[in-house]
């Protein structure tokens, strides 16, 4: 998690001290000051401020000082949810037991951490179920099992259980891309059929139904490992986000255990029994001097505004605190939806650097209002100073913790995803904190009753802030809230829509487009997006954790390649990059560039169709050759999408689809757009090449193989 926040001379979004974090405290403090919202006047009045704080500061004994600093290290290498490798094949290969025991290993695939919490949840239950005595149970990222390894590693198991997230449009995660790649290759070469002819395993694949490609990840991974010997225990389950993941991985616990009992004459001692609300706690650290508080947390911001000056590359664990350039709305007035272009600053920031086609990955606050109902439920006030400590018995589900001490509002704010769903254990621990008997019985029931948690939970989509205010006597501790009830507040991606070699701003710019998500849930509750109502709301000055995430959607390194960008909506953010770059290359490089075609699409061409001087721009500059634009409300009688207008240039499409260099790019949505794209291209084979449909399948198939058909979808 962020070591630093958003520290804006303009206050931020929210700029009152509801909890927002230090960024509104400060700004709105300067604001009283100055008596002045103008940003540069703020600015130059924090500086001041700034040097009277580390006049205080001084004034603090010199071991006082260096204990906080070492404890602020501390909790920031124990960031909030991070990883604890296992490096060497040593650590890594099955361990050597006594004969009586089996060793269960569980390797999680993970993008955003769901896997990984299951697989050190099944080591924690069937430690309890089996009892030391009969079972050894360990949890292993694929991540750190490099491709040199696996054949030692996997060999090494008598018993693996996988845990494999899908990503991207059919991807493996990104930490276990290589293990997936290594597993496919070796399976498929044929020359080690019998590699893993000791293993019984089965494999449980975290997906959603609505994408294209549906837990393909596991798949690989399950007919690999099938591939290479291994004796499948029973067959895969393929978990769907879109329903309810947690209703199929506990149904997929309980096969599993069945099937563990069989294969390896395992015998339950005891169930899993209750949730262990303690264990699965923090203790709390009191901290009763607020202003130690406050010094601890403008060291560490300080700190993240510092690595500007070196050249550490900011990562998800250690982001940068990068100031706002600008915002501004790119839908017109007429639109009842939001889209924002963000400008952040990064030309103070050595180490952020990045290339067209990337991520930006951003950290987002709580609402204002949001955290003041959490502070409420909670009982205790926003200022509040608490620090969280992992107990040395602490089960391994339990994240790490947050940097500390802090202020209970910024934590709040910074760390705690309350508007998702409530996992079934989160609804448990409540329910022991319930002092009504009627609210603990009806939690106690949700927690265990699966068509009850479907019905009241799962189908409405309730958030966790939702079910704490309905049952408002359960009020957890600190510990337990963010220990066991509240997830930990990811970061979001967004498509980098700026190239560095923009000739306007250069390579101190990354932008981001962003659309709002604002939508009324089953409830009538109005679920307004985390992190894109953050950015909707962030001011010039505003500093926000940010990391960049290296991604393979790049243009041809040929520019004289013919290409076809289709990218609707905020789809078009990287392609705004990819035309800043043809507009270098043309302009300052003088380089050819080869035929573009631009599909774009919105709903209506007066409310949505957003940074359409650029788009014209570009056309008459010759940055591409064709620009079609697919309105979509605009004619009530007919709907009108990209792939509509791709079919309406079939012939050019298809010359670019069959010359020997020629590549397409999708950008945005993956449940609907990316298939509708996918079927018209294949019928514009089809029809201009006169293809059978195996035939235009395998044509796809190979320009996706040769990396001349990629996709940004999410
Ligand atoms: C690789 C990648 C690139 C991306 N690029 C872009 C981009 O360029 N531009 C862009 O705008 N977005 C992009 N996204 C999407 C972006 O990362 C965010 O997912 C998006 O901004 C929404 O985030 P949020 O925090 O605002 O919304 P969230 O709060 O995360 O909500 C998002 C959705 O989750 C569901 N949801 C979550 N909680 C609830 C609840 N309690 N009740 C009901 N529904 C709920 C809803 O369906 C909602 O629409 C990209 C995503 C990826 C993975
Ligand atoms: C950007 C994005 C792309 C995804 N792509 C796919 C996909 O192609 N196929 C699929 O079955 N699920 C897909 N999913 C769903 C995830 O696999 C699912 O949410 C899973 O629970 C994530 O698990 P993790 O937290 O362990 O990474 C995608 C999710 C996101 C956010």
């Given at each position: 998690m962020p070591s630093s926040f958003s520290f804006g001379a303009g206050g931020g979004r929210g700029a009152?001290?509801?909890?927002g974090g230090y960024q509104n405290?400060i700004s709105?403090?300067?604001?009283?000051?100055?008596?002045?919202?103008?940003a540069t006047?703020n600015a130059?009045?924090l500086a001041?401020?700034a040097?009277?704080?580390?006049?205080?500061?001084?004034?603090?004994?010199?071991?006082?000082?260096?204990?906080?600093?070492?404890?602020?290290?501390?909790?920031e290498?124990?960031r909030?949810?991070?990883?604890?490798?296992?490096?060497?094949?040593?650590?890594?290969?099955?361990?050597?037991?006594?004969?009586?025991?089996?060793?269960?290993?569980?390797?999680?695939?993970?993008?955003?951490?769901?896997?990984?919490?299951?697989?050190?949840?099944?080591?924690?239950?069937?430690?309890?179920?089996?009892?030391?005595?009969?079972?050894?149970?360990?949890?292993?990222?694929?991540?750190?099992?490099?491709?040199?390894?696996?054949?030692?590693?996997?060999?090494?198991?008598?018993?693996?259980?996988?845990?494999?997230?899908?990503?991207?449009?059919?991807?493996?995660?990104?930490?276990?891309?290589?293990?997936?790649?290594?597993?496919?290759?070796?399976?498929?070469?044929?020359?080690?059929?019998?590699?893993?002819?000791?293993?019984?395993?089965?494999?449980?694949?975290?997906?959603?139904?609505?994408?294209?490609?549906?837990?393909?990840?596991?798949?690989?991974?399950?007919?690999?490992?099938?591939?290479?010997?291994?004796?499948?225990?029973?067959?895969?389950?393929?978990?769907?986000?879109?329903?309810?993941?947690?209703?199929?991985?506990?149904?997929?616990?309980?096969?599993?255990?069945?099937?563990?009992?069989?294969?390896?004459?395992?015998?339950?001692?005891?169930?899993?029994?209750?949730?262990?609300?303690?264990?699965?706690?923090?203790?709390?650290?009191?901290?009763?001097?607020?202003?130690?508080?406050?010094?601890?947390t403008k060291i560490r911001e300080r700190k993240s505004f510092e690595m500007s000056r070196g050249s550490e590359i900011p990562t998800q664990a250690k982001p940068y605190a990068c100031p706002i350039k600008s915002r501004k709305?790119?839908?017109?007035?007429?639109?009842?939806?939001?889209?924002v272009h963000v400008e952040f600053d990064v030309s103070q920031c050595k180490g952020l650097t990045y290339e067209i086609?990337d991520h930006l990955g951003v950290f987002a606050e709580n609402?204002?209002?949001?955290?003041?109902?959490?502070?409420?439920?909670?009982?205790?006030?926003?200022?509040?100073?608490?620090?969280?400590?992992?107990?040395?018995?602490?089960?391994?589900?339990?994240?790490?913790?947050?940097p500390?001490?802090?202020?209970?509002?910024i934590?709040?704010a910074r760390y705690?995803?309350?508007?998702?769903?409530?996992?079934?254990?989160?609804?448990?621990?409540?329910?022991?904190?319930?002092?009504?008997?009627?609210?603990?019985?009806?939690?106690?029931?949700?927690?265990?009753?699966?068509?009850?948690?479907?019905?009241?939970?799962?189908?409405?989509?309730?958030?966790?802030?939702?079910?704490?205010?309905?049952?408002?006597?359960?009020?957890?501790?600190?510990?337990?809230?963010?220990?066991?009830?509240?997830?930990?507040l990811q970061p979001r991606y967004y498509s980098i829509s700026s190239s560095p070699?923009d000739?306007?701003n250069g390579s101190g710019i990354v932008t981001a487009t962003v659309?709002?998500?604002?939508?009324?849930?089953?409830?009538?509750?109005?679920?307004?997006?985390v992190c894109s109502t953050f950015l909707q709301n962030v001011r010039e000055g505003d500093r926000v954790p940010v990391f960049v995430r290296k991604a393979?959607?790049?243009?041809?390194?040929?520019?004289?390649?013919?290409?076809?960008?289709?990218?609707?909506?905020?789809?078009?953010a990287?392609?705004r990059g990819?035309?800043?770059?043809?507009?270098?290359?043309?302009?300052?490089?003088?380089?050819?560039?080869?035929?573009?075609?631009?599909?774009?699409?919105?709903?209506?061409?007066?409310?949505?169709?957003?940074?359409?001087?650029?788009?014209?721009?570009?056309?008459?500059?010759?940055?591409?050759?064709?620009?079609?634009?697919?309105?979509?409300?605009?004619?009530?009688?007919?709907?009108?999408?990209?792939?509509?207008?791709?079919?309406?240039?079939?012939?050019?499409?298809?010359?670019?689809?069959?010359?020997?260099?020629?590549?397409?790019?999708?950008?945005?949505?993956?449940?609907?757009?990316?298939?509708?794209?996918?079927?018209?291209?294949?019928?514009?084979?089809?029809?201009?090449?006169?293809?059978?449909?195996?035939?235009?399948?395998?044509?796809?198939?190979?320009?996706?193989?040769?990396?001349?058909?990629?996709?940004?979808?999410?």
């Open positions: 009152n001290e509801a909890g405290l709105s403090k300067m604001e009283e000051f100055t008596g002045t919202s103008d006047t130059c009045a001041l401020c040097s009277v704080v580390g006049l205080v500061a001084l004034k603090l004994s010199r071991k006082t000082m260096t204990m906080m600093i070492l404890q602020t290290e501390r909790a290498q124990e909030g949810g991070g990883r604890n490798p296992k490096t060497t094949l040593k650590e890594l290969k099955c361990p050597t037991v006594s004969d009586e025991k089996v060793v269960i290993t569980f390797y999680y695939g993970t993008q955003t951490g769901t896997a990984e919490r299951y697989a050190n949840t099944l080591v924690e239950d069937a430690q309890k179920r089996y009892g030391l005595k009969q079972i050894f149970a360990r949890a292993v990222d694929c991540e750190d099992v490099k491709p040199d390894m696996c054949e030692e590693v996997l060999s090494s198991e008598k018993c693996a259980v996988f845990l494999q997230s899908t990503y991207g449009d059919g991807d493996p995660t990104d930490g276990s891309a290589d293990f997936c790649r290594w597993l496919e290759e070796t399976a498929t070469d044929g020359r080690m059929p019998d590699m893993l002819e000791d293993m019984h395993f089965c494999t449980f694949g975290l997906g959603n139904r609505s994408y294209e490609h549906f837990n393909a990840a596991a798949k690989l991974v399950d007919k690999a490992i099938s591939g290479l010997g291994g004796k499948k225990m029973m067959k895969i389950t393929l978990g769907d986000d879109d329903k309810s993941l947690e209703e199929d991985f506990e149904e997929f616990k309980e096969a599993l255990w069945r099937q563990l009992e069989k294969t390896f004459q395992l015998k339950a001692e005891g169930e899993e029994g209750d949730f262990d609300v303690e264990k699965h706690s923090y203790a709390i650290r009191k901290e009763e001097d607020a202003e130690k508080v406050n010094e601890l709305e790119l839908h017109a007035g007429k639109s009842d939806r939001s889209c086609g609402a204002p209002d949001v955290v003041d109902r959490v502070c409420k439920l909670l009982k205790v006030s926003k200022q509040t100073p608490m620090e969280l400590v992992r107990r040395d018995d602490a089960p391994k589900s339990l994240l790490l913790v947050f500390g001490p802090i202020s209970v509002g934590a709040v705690a995803d309350v508007l998702s769903m409530p996992r079934k254990t989160a609804i448990k621990a409540l329910a022991s904190f319930a002092t009504n008997k009627k609210e603990a019985k009806e939690l106690d029931l949700l927690a265990v009753d699966k068509a009850k948690y479907h019905a009241y939970v799962a189908d409405p989509h309730r958030s966790l802030l939702e079910v704490m205010e309905k049952f408002p006597s359960a009020v957890p501790t600190l510990g337990a809230f963010f220990g066991c009830i509240a997830g930990r070699k000739v306007n659309a709002v998500v604002k939508h009324k849930t089953k409830t009538g509750r109005v679920h307004e997006g393979t959607f790049k243009l041809p390194k040929d520019a004289n390649a013919p290409v076809i960008l289709i990218g609707p909506g905020t789809g078009y990287p392609f990819f035309l800043q770059e043809r507009e270098y290359l043309l302009k300052s490089k003088k380089q050819e560039l080869g035929e573009c075609m631009l599909f774009f699409g919105c709903r209506k061409e007066e409310h949505d169709y957003i940074y359409r001087d650029e788009m014209e721009n570009a056309l008459s500059e010759k940055v591409i050759t064709s620009l079609d634009v697919a309105f979509s409300r605009d004619d009530p009688k007919k709907k009108v999408y990209v792939q509509d207008k791709i079919q309406m240039k079939a012939k050019d499409v298809y010359k670019i689809l069959r010359s020997p260099n020629g590549a397409v790019y999708v950008c945005g949505d993956a449940k609907h757009m990316s298939r509708d794209v996918n079927r018209a291209l294949l019928q514009v084979l089809q029809r201009e090449g006169e293809y059978a449909i195996h035939e235009a399948e395998e044509i796809i198939r190979r320009l996706v193989v040769d990396k001349r058909y990629m996709k940004d979808v999410w």
